[in-house]
């Protein structure tokens, strides 16, 4: 099958889809010509599908994906900029969690949504593991304290050291600042030889921060967690992921305990106009 594949009968030869194709791979020359590929294109197709997406009339079928294999987007199911923005400054970082875990189905809900957050190149690469055990979860968060407790051993920065002892003091006074008695785990992974593996993690885990709170659920960035994750081999063997493959992020997930009610303050903007 080609790349491209264009319906003369439904192209009206705006040249659209070679305008907003990013690799410029996609040839038109005027209102006469229907659109073409590139010779030797499909080498630099990102598989995007902005020009099956953008074509206003149906007319552009990409090898991968045909109009009909994507959905419509419905402008009445979009939020207006009050309430994106409202949400957006309502979303806090959960530490308090119920033990009711979420169901397999919300959880897949919602890295079906965190798997279409844009990606270096689109390559899509962030794949992702979910811990539903609170007792593995515990395990793993052992394993950041031995790392800490590693750290504290050698470390000769005393700001961390003071930092790190205090979590591991309230580790072992049964309070843990590690995954927070979250019940689930939710670590975004992605091969260490991408262009920005770290970039691509780090936004897919934003989607899914961002969506679980409009669903209701709270999380957290795992900060401590992840660096472990990146550094102490007994977390790198205990979490198994595929070869070549790094968490570059992670998040503890479940019902929040407590409700905000308040926004509160950050820092003014720190801005150079230009
Ligand atoms: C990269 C990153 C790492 C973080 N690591 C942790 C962590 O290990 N533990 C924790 O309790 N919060 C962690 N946080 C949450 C921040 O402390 C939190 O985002 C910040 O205090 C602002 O609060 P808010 O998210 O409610 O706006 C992390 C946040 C980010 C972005």
New binding site residues.
Partial sequence: MPLITIDTKKCRRDGICAAACPAQIIVWTDKKSFPTLLAQGEEFCINCGHCVAVCPHGALTLATMAPADCPPVERDLLPGADALRHLLLA???I?RYKKTPVSRKVLAELLDVARTAPTGSNRQEVHWLVISDPDEVRRLAQMVIDFMNIMLSVTTDEAAAKRFRRIVNAWDNGRD??T?GAPHLVLAHSPADLSFPSADCAIALTYLELYAYARGLGT???????AAAGLHEPLIRALALPAGRQCYGAVMLGYPQYRYLRI?KRNDMQVVWR
């Fill in positions: 979303r806090r970082s530490r600042r590690i927070r957290c960035w795992a900060g401590y967690f992840t509160p």
